[in-house]
């Protein structure tokens, strides 16, 4: 899809707040509400918007331990790859997996009330599934920089 920099502009502001309404986005951007809203629809239909959400503060919800996660499978025949993805999915504790190069397989990021949630997540849950053959984890002590926010400016 081909974006002008009026739609990388309203994708920004969207990315800092999509709570704004198209009116107060299209003030910003000088723009009528109504191209404005037609854009945003436009963006929502192909995709590239693909839904708004609140964003939580996990300390505050006291889920302040992030773990990263390197996994590495027994084997890595489509089926077991296909297997061990349809398990994590279900993990509501997995808030991210990649498939990766190198020595892993996967990287998950975990994010657990504290150290024996994630043990007892590590025991009772990852482990178990039959495909793991190595969890090599990593605890997050400070977070330096967190963001949703996709680097737009490059697409100018």
């Known amino acids: 899809m081909e974006l002008s ?34 854009r945003i629809s436009r963006l929502e239909k192909a995709g590239v918007i693909e839904k708004k959400v609140a964003l939580l503060d996990a300390e505050k919800l006291g889920m302040g331990l992030v773990i990263f996660s390197r996994i590495s499978l027994t084997k890595n025949d489509e089926t077991s790859l296909h297997n061990f993805e349809e398990r994590v999915r279900r993990f509501p504790e997995v808030v991210e997996c990649y498939t990766v190069t190198g020595s892993a397989d996967y990287f998950l990021k975990i994010i657990t009330r504290d150290i024996q949630h994630y043990d007892h997540f590590l025991r009772r849950q990852l482990v178990q599934v039959p495909m793991v053959r190595d969890v090599n984890s990593n605890v997050a002590v400070t977070q330096i920089k967190y963001t949703t926010e996709l680097p737009l400016e490059t697409q100018l």
């Open 5 to 38: 920099a009026t739609d990388i502009k309203i994708l920004a502001i969207l990315q800092q707040d999509a709570s704004l309404t198209a009116a107060e986005i299209a003030e910003r951007v000088n723009l009528s509400a109504s191209p404005c809203w037609r």
